[in-house]
């Protein structure tokens, strides 16, 4: 204990050592190969476990985001390659790898082939979404290239039928794996595709070891399955394996009899379906009916048609109401009328020459009737007549004075 | 290998779900809806029919003496 000041707490330490390992370049990105041991996944999704060879053992996690991208299922004294970075966990002080993948041993070629492949097909756009064609709703005719013999066409067609009977299954058989197996499949998909006028084609089989299962890793198997016209389901394996085929398919199920769910409708609830329909369309059709109703009830209700001596009964009124109106004006009008009448007999009654005569003055005309008002009409001995107010006289003319 | 297309489930379906689709808006003519009606409810006898007397059929490409390719039954084996 000379000096003091050098003395460092667990936590500096630890921290220190961290920064050390983390600094180191060839530590960020190893692969290390060994043996699995102690593997556990915890609920949280992380994987744990020890890698080991002959004589040492190394701590290692794997992350649930990286576990879940994992192709296989790892176990216990499965010899891998590991590849991560290097770090240490500063609560233990101690030292880990920090897996990102881990591949099995022994496949390394396989992998890297996979690898390689996966890029320049995703690079040439064969995965891409916009190129995955929709699945018929229903289809009527199923064309499935697969082994004849196994699990995998027995899983397909038992679900196919039990689910959707109403599509025909045409099996086109071939070899699933070895050496001919992608041939085999290529020249099935083609035909599939060209000459079954099929609405959907599933290719795939049961599972295996990732060789068994390699022929759908095959470059001319996914170009075959991209060129279908028609919609293809690749279904290879159990779910954890993925190969390039499910990538390139327009739709990936994790198994044989998933690919069977998903071809088809499920008939239950394609009935179920069709009776809410058949309940939907007598509903509709009798609420339809009854707004009819309900309108023709509305209208009749109205006072018109319910009543219709009421409305007469009040068009009657008006009409009554009206007539007084104009019987009064009329009465106006004739009353007027009158007054001027009166009027205007006064003023004629006033030239009235009976009036004048009235007033003592005659009326004097010739024997021919004519009305004498000059001396010079007449001459002496004539006979003229002379109207007064009251009666007339006969005379003679004596003799004229003229003006 | 041409299915024969005189029933198409999925138009009818299509057709049915259009039919209900109308039917529950209720604008329609009294005429066009007896119509509508008649053609839904025939359609879903159409449909269940087709769906109660489907056998599934299953058959395997094979090729016969000559060569050629043809379909035969095919029973997967249990």
């Known amino acids: ?403 | 290998m041409s299915k024969e297309k005189s029933f198409s489930f999925e138009q009818s379906m299509a057709r049915l779900e259009e039919i209900v689709k109308l039917l529950e808006k209720g604008d329609a003519p009294l005429d066009s809806l007896l119509e509508l009606y008649e053609e839904g409810t025939e359609l879903i006898r159409k449909c269940s029919k087709a769906l109660d007397s489907a056998e599934q059929k299953v058959t395997k490409l094979a090729r016969n003496e000559s060569g050629e390719i043809e379909q035969v039954p095919f029973a997967a084996e249990e």
């Not at chain 1, 009976?354 to 006979?383: D, F, H, P, Q, T």
Request: aromatic share 6%; proline share 4%; charged share 25%.
């Open chain 1, 1 to 403: 204990m000379k000096n003091e000041s050098r003395i460092l707490g667990v936590g500096e330490l630890n921290a220190l050592v961290k920064a050390l390992v983390d600094s180191e370049p060839l530590l960020s990105s190893v692969l290390v190969r060994g043996e699995l041991s102690n593997y556990k996944i915890y609920p949280s999704g992380h994987h744990y476990f020890t890698l080991k060879d002959a004589d040492s053992s190394l701590r290692c996690v794997m992350f649930r985001r990286e576990a879940a991208k994992l192709r296989f299922r790892p176990e216990n004294g499965m010899k891998v390659i590991a590849g991560g970075r290097v770090s240490v966990y500063p609560r233990d002080g101690a030292y880990q790898l920090y897996c990102s993948e881990i591949n099995p041993d022994g496949l390394g070629n396989l992998y890297l082939a996979f690898e390689q492949l996966k890029e320049k097909l995703l690079g040439e756009g064969l995965f891409a979404q916009e190129t995955k064609k929709p699945l018929p709703k229903y289809p009527e005719r199923i064309a499935v290239v697969t082994s004849p013999a196994g699990a995998a066409v027995r899983d397909i067609i038992r679900v196919l039928g039990a689910r959707w009977p109403l599509a025909e299954v045409i099996l086109l058989p071939v070899r699933v794996q070895g050496a001919e197996a992608p041939r085999e499949i290529c020249a099935a998909l083609r035909y599939a595709d060209a000459k079954l006028d099929a609405d959907l084609i599933i290719t795939g089989r049961g599972g295996g070891s990732a060789e068994d299962l390699w022929a759908f890793n095959d470059e001319n198997v996914a170009r075959a399955i991209f060129a279908c016209k028609t919609p293809v389901i690749s279904a290879v394996g159990h779910e954890p394996d993925v190969t390039i085929s499910d990538f390139v398919a327009d739709l990936r199920a994790a198994t044989p009899s998933n690919a069977a769910e998903l071809a088809v409708p499920d008939r239950e609830e394609i009935y179920s379906f069709i009776e809410a329909a058949d309940k939907r369309i007598r509903g509709a059709a009798l609420s339809y009916l009854k707004a009819k109703r309900q309108r023709l009830e509305m209208l009749s209700k109205r006072r018109v048609m319910e009543m219709p001596s009421a409305y007469i009964d009040d068009k009657r009124l008006r009409l009554d109401r009206l007539q007084g109106m104009l019987a009064h004006a009329a009465v106006q009008s004739l009353h007027g009328s009158r007054e001027k009448f009166a009027a205007a007999a006064a003023a004629l009654d006033a030239l009235s020459p009976l009036k004048v005569l009235a007033r003592g003055y005659s009326l004097v005309s010739g024997e021919n009737g004519k009305i004498i008002s000059s001396a010079r009409s007449v001459r002496a001995g004539e006979k003229i007549n002379v109207t007064l107010s009251k009666g007339s006289l006969e005379c003679t003319v004596d003799e004229r004075k003229l003006k």
